[in-house]
């Protein structure tokens, strides 16, 4: 019979299994943004343009950032009944601002590599860092408030969808901070909105919430029983309310020419910003696992662990390893790797790059090999010098 296992007193294995995964596929996306061909000429999720492998080798990335999201929620709720608070409260704080600068200095620097930053794309680490220090003044809440607040976010915000400011002054951009994507130039600078806060803050307030499942009142089996009762709730959830095309989701599902088009259209919900249903889809199936990954770690498990046990450092040396191998590829196929600087996606000079899905997958499988020796490294270094208060900001 399998037993419950934490790697150590303040771990969660099943945590650090279902993050490295999720960071897993998250270079997926990542890698076919910068080398699979029809990457560069359509989304991916058009239905009239892509296939289903295509379709569904980006939507399963889907799942990486708000399950991301949701468990640094859980991994708060953690530190702080480990150490107060307070103290929570206070890194909470210091820490989101430390993601944000992240965010504008060494990750956009990552996507473009561009010295001059013409563009400041607000990302997933813009998201997470806001989200943060929203969460910082939360955690002084009653936990009921904070559940309560999660749920009014991550369930509400789509009644906003027809809410917009006009023009593109600071009143838009604003508006854009809070809950639409939008793209503004001011003192000839491009800025780039694609994760509107108000849904994520939402989710992270969830995550924390569902730290309560993992204090040690908390019976395994009971803990089990109610993260199934979640998963599956949600998902029927999901089900009901996206056939309904009430709402839910800006963008609706409707029949296509085959059986396996329709189902896509059904799947195919709105990510930017985050619709309540993108989220019922995505967090009902990390509950599911969830209840069933708290067993002792085999050697596959822990090879995921790894990756979710330092997210940040790997993060940062996944985008730097991508766009590098992707300056290779493009001089080897006969561009000019200065195509590959700035914004790839825009560059009419890279008309006829690209590669096939399988090349997408084998570049894949290497960048996470290549990555594992180090992360394994940084982990172990992190466990022998848990006194360095800088490692818990990388």
């Known amino acids: 019979m399998s037993q419950p296992l934490t790697h150590k007193p303040q771990r969660i294995t099943s945590i650090d299994l279902l993050r490295g995964i999720i960071m897993i596929f998250m270079a997926l996306d990542h890698i076919r943004d910068y080398f699979h061909y029809p990457a560069f000429f359509y989304d991916p999720l058009a239905l009239d343009k892509t296939s289903a492998a295509i379709f ?20 708060a709720f953690l530190v702080g009944e480990r150490k107060g608070t307070k103290a929570l409260s206070g890194f909470l704080c210091k820490r989101g601002l430390f993601l944000i600068l992240m965010e504008l200095t060494v990750i956009n620097f990552a996507w473009n590599f561009n010295i001059h930053f013409p563009e400041v794309d607000f990302l997933v680490l813009w998201s997470l860092g806001i989200s943060m220090i929203a969460l910082s003044a939360m955690v ?14 991550v369930a509400g915000h789509n009644l906003l969808d027809g809410v917009h400011v006009t023009g593109k002054g600071i009143g838009a951009f604003l508006w854009s901070l809070l809950h639409e994507v939008g793209f503004f130039t001011f003192w000839g600078k491009n800025f780039f909105i694609l994760y509107p806060i108000i849904p994520w803050i939402g989710t992270i307030a969830l995550g924390y919430s569902l730290g309560s499942l993992y204090t040690k009142k908390m019976d395994a089996v009971k803990r089990k029983r109610i993260l199934l009762q979640l998963g599956i709730g949600i998902i029927c959830f999901f089900v009901i309310l996206r056939f309904s095309n009430l709402y839910g989701d800006a963008s609706h599902w409707s029949r296509q020419p085959s059986w396996l088009f329709t189902f896509l259209s059904f799947i195919n919900i709105s990510k930017y910003p985050p619709s309540l249903l993108y989220l019922s889809v995505t967090l009902g199936p990390a509950f599911i696992f969830l209840a069933f990954a708290e067993t002792t770690l085999g050697r596959i498990g822990r090879f995921f662990s790894i990756y979710g046990r330092v997210p940040m450092f790997y993060y940062i040396l996944h985008i730097y390893l991508i766009h590098i191998l992707a300056l290779f590829a493009t001089y080897f196929c006969g561009f000019t790797w200065h ?5 790839a996606l825009d560059n009419p000079g890279l008309k006829g790059y690209g590669f096939s899905l399988m ?36």
Do not use: Q
């Not at 084998?362 to 360095?388: A, G, S």
């Open 56 to 75: 569904l080798t980006r939507w399963i990335t889907h799942y990486c950032a708000p399950i991301f999201m949701l468990l640094t929620g859980t991994s």
């Open 339 to 343: 195509a590959m600087i700035w914004s």
């Open 140 to 153: 002084w809440l009653p936990k009921k408030a904070i559940l309560a607040i999660g749920v009014i976010l």
């Open 359 to 394: 090349i997408v997958y084998l570049v894949w499988v290497l960048i996470i090999l290549l990555l594992f020796p180090l992360c394994r490294w940084y982990d172990t270094y992190k466990n022998k010098h848990k006194e360095k208060w800088w490692l818990s900001y990388l």
